[in-house]
Structure formats: structure tokens, C-alpha cells
């Protein structure tokens, strides 16, 4: 059978280089695909590793009527290090929302792979990225950021939170008009603020570990006022 899909073409870009310079309008394109191609890695990487979709992009010069070779767009998963001896760090936070349940899992990156693209995610510190992950149908929304929830800090820098909307979960959830944010009303951000692991620790639970021993899968040690979440980082 033959292969179904759908081709988006863009046309009167109205943001593309104004350089009459071929040179430099090459290199412009270049970038903007590769930015693109990130992009979408990364906010459909759980599709695209399950086989569900496949993403091509081709630049199509009108010229000569010819399309270039297509480049494939590949997964970038967030969470995807390999896991150190013992399984790394991860822990299941469960909570109540309206009497009904929610889960989140968080995950820390091992500072060792600290260099992976998966955890830079574009950026030349993948540190920025801490914080939440919220999915909506296998499609990444938010990548980063702590909805209010705790304030960013380095202790924090490897701790990464996977957060899927359920229909429950989404109806106290807001989704930017670019998809590319969620906003908690106050009963979901109480909900997940108070959400705590089986040994009832929660985000703002203080920590009672000074440091963590050499081999640890992060880097910097927490401070005196970190919570036990950032005391696994540390």
C-alpha cells in the first residue's frame, strides 16, 4: 500500500534573511532547519520513538522545481541517559486533586552525561531546563520550569519532573496558544505542591542528607536550605 501523510509547506516567510548574499541566506536556512529539527525531536519524541509518526523536513527550491535531500527528524527525549549502576535516581510523587489522583515522576540526570544534547536540549546549559515536563497525549507542552511550585536554583539543576495531563489532571490546566507552556490554576499547583513519595517527603520537605558520596549522579552539593529533592541531586 502506498505510504499517507501530510506535507505543511510554509510560504511567504515574512522573518527570512534580507542578505543578498547567497553565503549567508545558505547558512541562515541551514540553521533554521536544524532549529526546527530540534524542535519537533523534542516535542514529539514520544511519538516518533514509538513508531507512531515519522517527520521529514526538504527545502524546495522553486528555481528549479527540485526538492533537496529530506533531513529526518530524530527523537531527543529529555530523560534519555543511560541509566548508572543501581538504576539511577527516580521517584513516583503521588498526590490528590478533587479527591482524584495524580502522579508525577521525578528523575535525575546524571551529572556525568551532562554533555548529552538530550539534556542541553539546545541550550548551552541544559542546567535551565530543571523543572517540569508536562505531556498532553504523548506531546511534550512544557520542557522546564517549576509552575510556581519552588523557585529554580542550581541544587536543582538535574531534577526533572514528568507530568502527564490526564482528562482529570487538564481540566485545571491552561495551555499557552503557542503549546508551548501550562499554567496550573490554584487547585492543581496545591495538588502538586503537596504531592509527596512513599516516605511522605514533598517538594518542600527539608533535607536531612548533607551531601551525597562520591559516584553520585550529580554534581553540586546541596545547600543548607535545600529540600530532600535537591539533596538527591547533590
Keep these: 500500500s502506498s505510504a499517507k501523510g501530510t506535507v505543511v509547506e510554509w510560504r511567504g516567510i515574512r522573518t527570512f534573511l534580507s542578505s543578498s548574499q547567497d553565503e549567508e541566506r545558505t547558512a541562515w536556512l541551514d540553521a533554521t532547519v536544524e532549529e526546527l529539527r530540534m524542535h519537533l525531536g523534542l516535542v514529539l519524541h514520544r511519538l516518533i520513538a514509538a513508531g507512531r509518526v515519522t517527520i521529514t523536513i526538504d527545502e524546495f527550491d522553486t528555481g528549479v522545481q527540485e526538492a533537496g535531500a529530506s533531513r529526518t527528524v530524530d527523537q531527543i527525549d529529555p530523560f534519555g541517559y543511560i541509566a548508572p549502576p543501581g538504576g539511577g535516581e527516580v521517584v513516583d510523587l503521588r498526590g490528590r486533586l478533587n479527591g482524584e489522583p495524580i502522579r508525577l515522576r521525578a528523575q535525575v540526570w546524571p551529572a556525568a552525561q551532562a554533555d548529552s544534547p538530550s539534556f ?43 507530568f502527564d495531563l490526564d482528562d482529570t489532571v487538564a481540566r485545571h490546566a491552561t495551555i499557552n496558544p503557542e503549546k508551548s507552556g501550562v499554567e496550573f490554576d490554584a487547585d492543581l499547583r496545591e495538588a502538586v505542591e503537596q504531592s509527596v513519595d512513599a516516605h511522605g517527603r514533598g517538594f518542600h520537605t527539608p533535607s536531612t542528607v548533607p551531601s551525597r558520596s562520591a559516584g553520585a549522579p550529580c554534581a553540586a552539593a546541596p545547600s543548607r536550605r535545600s529540600t530532600w529533592i535537591a539533596a538527591r541531586c547533590g
Excluded: M, T
Aim: glycine content about 12%; overall charge positive.
Design 120 to 162: 542541553r536540549l539546545a541550550d548551552r546549559s541544559g542546567e535551565r531546563r530543571q523543572g517540569f515536563y508536562i505531556y498532553r497525549n504523548d506531546r511534550l507542552l512544557q520542557s522546564g520550569g517549576w509552575n510556581g511550585i519552588v523557585h529554580a536554583n542550581k541544587d536543582l539543576a538535574y531534577a526533572r519532573i514528568v
